[in-house]
């Protein structure tokens, strides 16, 4: 799966789930109005170019509805959870039906008929409404957390992922990552796959992204993040400098310290394993 609620769609599939919870384990109205609540079509308004909302490691998640019925059994168990990824520590672990989850929360006062049955006011519900492509909802809800707690970490890391098209809210982005530079890179890991490398002649977002790492690197130099993060940014970093079609403007006058940068974190790509074809050569983990 390449983004969190792209096919949800498939819900539809799974009404009779839904029902089930409706009548067992909710009491919640079991009408096709509320069924349909919980189905995310397709979104007009994308987070990047290539479609998508809000992305986090796929090997992590499920696609779109195949897990409904764990995210209803465990929806109340899973809040705490949710709200934990959100917060200023090194939990990045979400269940893999945290897709379907997102989407529960999202329409519980719909299926419920109560409108106090979430905290609109939390990350958790604005992490809900970025995944499911309600972009400008996510956006205000986040600048509203912000207003009121302006050190909240959950509302700057979503504001910080908007920065994709938002520039004036990189600077949240920064903060998020200066913070906590292991849980703004792992939350922002896969969005890369996603973002315009080549570049732009409005918003280059992946190279402010690029030289905000280049410009705190020291705080990378003892840090130790999972492997895949750092092969991500490496891939762009070469993408965007090294290996595009044209000379990235000024790109000598700052190579250098961007090397450097490809240094530490090629540092990150340890341990290495023994090849099974070839014990002589060593392969990333």
Known sequence: MNTLLKTLGLIFSLSSAVLLFAAE??????SDENVQAVTLGYKNSFLTENHYF?????????????????????????????????????????????????????????LKGKEDVIDRRSPVYALALLAGGELDEAFVRAHFILAETPDDYGAQLLLGVLSIRNKE????????????????????????????????????????????????????????????????????????????????????????????????????????MISPSNPEITVPL
């Open 54 to 110: 809000f992305q986090y490691n796929p090997r992590l998640l499920d696609h779109g509805g195949k897990k409904l019925q764990s995210a209803i059994d465990r929806f109340y168990q899973t809040l705490p959870v949710a709200e934990r990824f959100l917060q200023n520590n090194d939990a990045i672990e979400v269940p893999i039906y945290f897709s379907t989850w997102l989407t529960l929360y999202r329409n519980m006062p719909r």
């Open 25 to 30: 384990a909710a009491d919640w109205e079991s």
């Open 169 to 272: 809210d990189f600077p949240y982005l920064e903060r998020a990552f200066l913070a906590n530079p292991y849980k703004a890179l792992c939350f922002f890991d896969w969005h890369l796959s996603t973002v315009a490398i080549e570049p732009q002649e409005e918003w280059d977002f992946a190279h402010a992204y690029f030289t905000m790492l280049m410009k705190h690197r020291d705080l990378l130099r003892e840090s130790v993040f999972p492997p895949h993060v750092a092969i991500r940014i490496l891939v762009g970093i070469r993408s965007k400098y090294q290996y595009a079609n044209e000379p990235f403007p000024d790109y000598p006058s700052f190579q250098a310290e961007m090397e450097e940068l490809v240094d530490i974190l090629g540092a990150n790509i340890q341990p290495r």
